[in-house]
């Protein structure tokens, strides 16, 4: 079971408080994200910036750093690219957003057919644990990469 709080999440993925560094919507809205590989192996963390468009960076467990950008388009929903430091590169669109949570979720895919899962928001833990995600490797996945936060 996952015990880390929202709050630790945050002041993980933003390291030490600072004007320009500090993860809140104040800042360029910067979002944490968490993405994982449908089978549940690989994870992302990182952080989206911007309210309708902005650049989007991740790390994965080995250090494998990811940067891109999205955009959210006329119907609401969203399309990011990524290209990462390994080489691996992909899309992602987002279609759901959970209102209570403030969560965003997607799906995208590498250029090489790796599907992935992600979820976007300042409250993604409260999101997964609430039961709204019910696959299991999922869960344990989101629980992993939010723990190497730690």
């Known amino acids: 079971m996952l015990r880390?709080?929202?709050?630790?999440?945050?002041?993980?993925?933003?390291?030490p408080a600072s004007a320009s560094n500090t993860c809140t919507?104040?800042?360029?809205?910067?979002?944490?994200?968490?993405?994982?590989?449908?089978?549940?192996?690989?994870?992302?963390?990182?952080r989206t910036f911007g309210r309708?468009?902005?650049p989007l960076e991740a790390t994965t467990p080995d250090g494998t750093v990811c940067h891109g950008a999205w955009k959210r388009t006329t119907l609401?929903?969203?399309?990011?690219?990524?290209?990462?430091?390994?080489?691996?590169?992909?899309?992602?669109?987002y279609t759901y957003f959970h209102r209570q949570s403030g969560t965003a979720t997607g799906r995208g895919r590498t250029k090489s057919g790796d599907r992935l899962r992600f979820w976007a928001g300042h409250r993604v833990q409260e999101y997964v644990l609430s039961g709204a995600e019910t696959n299991h490797e999922m869960i344990d996945c989101v629980g992993r990469a939010l723990q190497s936060l730690k």
């Open 52 to 54: 309708e468009f902005g």
């Open 4 to 15: 880390i709080t929202a709050l630790s999440l945050i002041a993980s993925l933003c390291g």
């Open 76 to 93: 609401g929903a969203g399309r990011a690219t990524f290209t990462c430091s390994d080489g691996v590169s992909g899309r992602a669109s």
């Open 25 to 46: 919507l104040a800042n360029n809205f910067c979002v944490p994200f968490v993405g994982c590989a449908v089978d549940g192996a690989t994870f992302y963390v990182g």
